[in-house]
């Protein structure tokens, strides 16, 4: 079984910046595609970023040049740096582990951190 553990959420003024932080355990960090996802109040969960075992990033059109997602295989830990932030970030951001390979393969979430922006 794979865990996640999220950090870094909080409450934050327009323009402002947070790092989330994503710990797993549970499974071999090289195997995993890691990646954050959002959901705002009666809207649908929708992609942020993720990042491969490799690092190459993919971003949601809606933070693209604001937000980062970088990955620490050795303290198997995903980050997601958010700047220039807009109230319309609002929302519960949650870590996805997409294990590729050996005996866990399968899709795995956090908890989920709140992030709010206010204006």
């Known amino acids: 079984q794979v865990q996640l553990v999220e950090s870094g959420g909080g409450l934050v003024q327009l323009g402002g910046s947070l790092r989330l932080s994503c710990a797993t355990s549970?499974?071999?960090?090289?195997?995993?595609?890691m990646g954050w996802y959002r959901q705002a109040p009666g809207k649908q969960r929708e992609l942020v970023a993720n990042i491969t075992p490799g690092g190459r990033s993919n971003y949601g059109t809606s933070v693209k040049g604001r937000f980062t997602i970088s990955r620490d295989n050795a303290k198997n830990t995903v980050y997601l740096q958010m700047n220039s932030l807009k109230p319309e970030d609002t929302a519960v951001y949650h870590c996805?582990?997409?294990?590729?390979?050996?005996?866990?393969?399968?899709?795995?979430w956090g908890q989920g951190t709140q992030v709010t922006v206010s204006s």
């Open positions: 996805n582990a997409k294990v590729l390979y050996g005996p866990n393969v399968g899709d795995y």
């Open positions: 549970g499974s071999i960090f090289s195997n995993i595609v």
